[in-house]
């Protein structure tokens, strides 16, 4: 499965949109990009998930480049509940997660 | 509806004892996962079955850990002669069919604890 590499801590102003990045360089032809989260305390919980075209849903926009080696995942308008490790992860039936970005999202 | 539930929520167990997890997945899913997660670290793939049989069990650590779904439904992630360096919280999560592209759920999870 491909490594993805993602920054260990950002903030975020409530309000506003949070632009979370991913590297994943060494995708490769069918592997998925999946973004999960997990609150303090909780299991992680699933946000979106996408292979070439950009995805919307009600949580969130996944961005994909042209050649997939990197995304962005969009919180259009950040709340204090968004506060939360955003893990990227490229891969087929299994998850493997790696350390995330930990979003602090600042009154 | 039911979301994926373990039992017990908190486990503390002495060295060398031998603990039973327990799962339940959402209803109809036939893709089962374990996960092990230690503090400040991402969840750690153990196990991944597809009905009743295992189809990755790459990420058990040793032969202490074994996992089984008997009839490819409730699952139960067994841990023989624990060590303290076991303690950490035990995720499972479901999905509909473990195909491309499908999204796992995951349940609260089990703290275990071995003093």
């Known amino acids: 499965d491909a490594k993805t590499t993602q920054p260990p801590s950002m903030d975020c102003a409530e309000g506003r949109a949070a632009n979370l990045p991913c590297n994943h360089s060494t995708i490769s032809g069918n592997e998925y990009v999946y973004w999960y989260r997990q609150i303090h305390s909780q299991g992680p919980q699933y946000i979106i998930h996408g292979l070439k075209n950009n995805e919307t849903n009600e949580m969130a926009s996944l961005i994909i480049t042209e050649d997939r080696k990197s995304s962005t995942l969009i919180l259009p308008h950040a709340t204090l509940r968004d506060t939360a490790v955003y893990y990227c992860i490229v891969g087929y039936d299994k998850v493997i997660f790696g350390p995330g970005t930990s979003l602090s999202v600042i009154p | 509806g039911a979301g994926v539930s373990q039992t017990p929520s908190n486990k503390v167990t002495e060295k060398g004892k031998y603990v039973e997890l327990r799962c339940d997945p959402i209803?109809?899913?036939?893709?089962l996962y374990w996960y092990r997660q230690s503090l400040g670290q991402g969840p750690e793939f153990l196990i991944y079955f597809q009905g009743t049989g295992a189809a990755d069990d790459s990420g058990l650590p040793n032969d202490r850990f074994f996992a089984v779904r008997p009839e490819g439904s409730v699952s139960t992630l067994k841990i023989q002669r624990t060590e303290r360096g076991d303690s950490a919280m035990y995720l499972c999560?479901?999905?509909?069919?473990?195909?491309?592209?499908?999204?796992?759920?995951f349940g609260p999870g089990t703290r275990l604890t071995v003093t």
């Open positions: 999560a479901s999905s509909l069919t473990g195909r491309l592209g499908d999204e796992q759920y």
């Open positions: 209803s109809g899913h036939t893709a």
